[in-house]
């Protein structure tokens, strides 16, 4: 999920590993946290990966930095990256699909009211689909003790049987 963040930040604009780390804390901070220690080495995978190319620069300060921005087939990967399978862990998939969510949104939409009434809608399908898997949850308990109960009603049945009929 770095390396889709990653890419989804320099697909929007070339930048630096500490402004990639404050706009993932800024943007995604309710799905993930991240720092420059965890950034590192996922843009040296992704540059060795030829998905993103580094540029050194001179800051106002005189203190050098790397500017990251997206090639051509970083662009291709992530593409590839938004349509794949959400992982099969039930609290990982919850996290990619909020993350996707706001990525898509942010895509689609242009202005800032659309994009605040984008999210408030996702966050109300997402409450409902908490909803809907508590329930699911719910029945799945009812139906192990129907279960149990009908083992247990079996058991007695035969009990009676072999006791009372045989």
Request: proline fraction near 2%; aromatic fraction near 8%.
């Amino acid at each position: 999920m770095n390396e889709f963040l990653i890419l989804y930040i320099l697909k929007k604009q070339p930048t630096s590993m500490y402004e990639i780390q404050q706009f993932i804390n800024k943007h995604f901070n309710l799905y993930v946290k991240i720092s420059v220690g965890t950034i590192a080495p996922v843009l040296k995978k992704l540059e060795a990966a030829n998905l993103i190319e580094a540029e050194k620069k001179i800051s106002n300060g005189g203190q050098r930095k790397h500017i990251f921005k997206i090639t051509g087939e970083g662009q291709i990967i992530f593409h590839n990256l938004i349509v794949m399978p959400i992982s099969g862990n039930p609290q990982s998939s919850q996290k990619e699909i909020n993350i996707l969510s706001l990525i898509i949104t942010d895509s689609i939409f242009s202005n800032e009211e659309q994009k605040l009434l984008a999210k408030k809608i996702i966050c109300a399908l997402n409450n409902q689909l908490i909803l809907i898997k508590n329930h699911i949850q719910a029945f799945n308990r009812d139906i192990e003790y129907l279960k149990i109960c009908c083992e247990e009603t079996e058991k007695k049945i035969n009990y009676y049987k072999n006791t009372f009929i045989e």
